[in-house]
């Protein structure tokens, strides 16, 4: 559920996890759906379970360190 009145980024990121699979979206003005919505996700364990791997396939183990490799790469003198 995007927060309506912040900037772009969390609807985007919400795409990006939604297109892979990994969420669903509930648009605010769909609030009262949350509950059947969540009631629907534990009836299907299988549904979920598929969510759950579309999640971990998209983590990164060292995100920070690969932040800071491209910072100390960016940053070095040329």
Known sequence: MPYPHAWRYQKVNADYLAQRGAA????????????????????????????RAAALALRCD??????AELLLKVGAPR
């Open 24 to 51: 669903q979206i509930l648009p605010d003005e769909s609030l009262g759906e949350l509950a059947s919505k969540v009631r629907a996700l534990l009836d299907a364990p299988g549904k979920l379970a598929n969510m």
């Open 62 to 67: 060292d995100a920070a360190g690969a932040i």
